[in-house]
């Protein structure tokens, strides 16, 4: 292929096996827009992809482009897109529903059956992701950055939905007490959006004296370092349980105040596994999961816009030619990292 027609993209082919292939530049259909990306987010599924060649249920049949937490520039538009222009910032909304959702579910799209969600193995074909140097997307799924607000940034507006949705969860947190369980990248991205929507204190524990050195620059009133044999503190009011572990979750219900609320963050195993359960009846404790989110990606642009900072969840930085070392960095617990992120065009080199 010549340089004019073709790219580069980070494809998992199969557990431990990802490349930097050569694909064709594509194309903008007549409701597309051809992005230029700029930065990628590595998310545990790129890492499960390329580790276990499956994330959760969702097993390779072929080839993947990784990706869903991403930002550019509008390269191009299809014949019929209008209220976008070339050279605009931008991100994306990743989910593109099958269909239409049950009554039931009405306003809450992110639990509808069927979803090709960008750099997914759920469907077959898969839905190639957003890590390569250019991708066209469905100029309904673009979201305009606001004024001061880079691509870097924009790249984690999607994760950053995930915690403005799982602090939904929770009417009127305002001037309540919060405890986040799990100081990852999702977890430390909760921590921000708690203190955002007014919680009174924020406390974040986790096994990681890294991660939590993450969770306070995000904004953590006060950290719990489990290794060291910190205790959780107590009568807490809402609690976010964001590690997915489920030894963690007898201690957690015991953290949670009488009449308290536990938002289920992390991806608990879809096998058996022992939790201490008791607390959930006698504390009356209520117990809600979170999954994805519905249009939070819009609320967390206005965050950004309006000064919530986040960058402190970015603790590494590497070229698109270094995916496979970047995925490593960001599997490693021993790499004390949060965020890795890829910078897959548009600018000067990146040196890790």
């Not at 593109?96 to 997914?120: C, D, K, M, W």
């Not at 955002?196 to 924020?202: D, F, I, N, P, T």
């Not at 986790?206 to 959780?232: I, K, N």
């Not at 617990?333 to 965020?339: L, N, Q, R, V, Y």
Request: hydrophobic share 45%; proline share 7%.
């Amino acid at each position: 292929m010549s340089p004019v027609t073709a790219m580069k993209a980070v494809v998992v082919h199969g557990a431990g096996d990802v490349r930097i292939d050569e694909r064709p530049r594509p194309e903008p259909a007549r409701d597309e827009v051809l992005l230029a990306l700029e930065w990628g987010g590595i998310c545990g599924s790129d890492v499960a992809y390329w580790k276990k060649g499956a994330s959760g249920t969702a097993a390779l049949a072929h080839p993947l482009v990784l990706g869903h937490e991403f930002a550019g520039r509008v390269a191009a538009l299809g014949s019929g897109v209008t209220g976008l222009s070339e050279g605009q910032p931008v991100t994306v909304h990743p989910a593109q529903l099958i269909g239409e959702p049950p009554e039931r579910l009405a306003g809450r799209t992110n639990l509808h059956a069927r979803v090709r969600y960008f750099g997914s193995a759920a469907l077959t074909p898969h839905t190639d992701g957003g890590f390569s140097e250019f991708r066209t997307v469905r100029a309904a799924q673009v979201r305009p950055l606001p004024e001061g607000v880079d691509t870097e940034s924009g790249a984690l507006a999607e994760p950053l939905a995930v915690a403005l949705h799982a602090v939904g969860r929770v009417p009127a947190l305002r001037g309540r007490t919060v405890l986040v369980n799990g100081a990852g990248p999702i977890g430390s991205l909760v921590v921000a959006a708690a203190k955002h929507r007014g919680a009174e204190s924020v406390c974040a524990a986790d096994l990681s004296s890294a991660s939590l050195a993450v969770a306070r620059r995000m904004g953590a009133d006060a950290t719990v370092d489990v290794s060291r044999g910190e205790e959780l503190p107590h009568d807490v009011d809402v609690v976010f349980e964001a590690s997915g572990a489920p030894a963690a979750l007898g201690a957690v219900l015991r953290a949670t105040a009488r009449g308290g609320t536990v938002v289920q963050v992390g991806n608990l195993p879809g096998t058996a596994a022992p939790a201490v359960l008791g607390d959930l009846v006698t504390r009356e404790i209520t117990w809600i999961g979170s999954y994805r989110f519905v249009d939070e990606i819009d609320d967390a642009l206005t965050a950004l816009r309006d000064g919530l900072d986040i960058s402190p969840v970015i603790t590494h930085r590497f070229p698109l030619d270094q995916a496979e070392r970047a995925l490593t960095v960001a599997a490693d617990p021993a790499s004390a990292s949060s965020k890795v992120m890829l910078r897959l065009g548009g600018g000067a080199p990146v040196t890790a």
